[in-house]
């Protein structure tokens, strides 16, 4: 079994930003494809970030394109998102997940996922 555990949430203004870690502990993760996904309140969970297990294939959405990143440290067995030039609107849960799916369609889709972090709270005030 693998457990995901976020951390790094939290408050910040417009503009600001906040590092997300979601560190994996039990089996290791290394071979997974990792992703973050996001859920504001009264939305569907949305995909967010994806990386493939070797780090050199990147996945975005368009609304985080350019200002999110993400990245891996297989040697740590976690995955960082680095969230700047954050808006009012990416406040949400963001939940970390991993997948033994590859590739853009599987990494973009939740419903690949095998295992799933608690989430952590990202709120960003206007």
């Known amino acids: 079994q693998v457990q995901l555990v976020e951390s790094g949430g939290g408050l910040v203004q417009a503009g600001g930003s906040l590092r997300l870690s979601c560190a994996a502990f039990?089996?290791?993760?290394?071979?997974?494809?990792r992703g973050w996904f996001r859920q504001a309140p009264e939305k569907e969970r949305e995909f967010v970030a994806g990386?493939?297990?070797?780090?050199?294939?990147?996945y975005y959405a368009d609304s985080v394109k350019g200002r999110f990143t993400i990245s891996r440290n297989n040697a740590k067995n976690t995955v960082y998102l680095q969230l700047n030039s954050l808006k009012p609107e990416d406040t949400a849960v963001y939940y970390c997940a991993a997948t033994h799916y590859s590739g853009t369609y599987y990494t973009q889709s939740s419903s690949s996922y095998d295992y799933w972090g608690q989430g952590t709270q990202v709120t960003v005030s206007s």
């Open positions: 039990g089996r290791t993760c290394n071979s997974y494809t």
């Open positions: 990386i493939s297990w070797g780090g050199g294939s990147t």
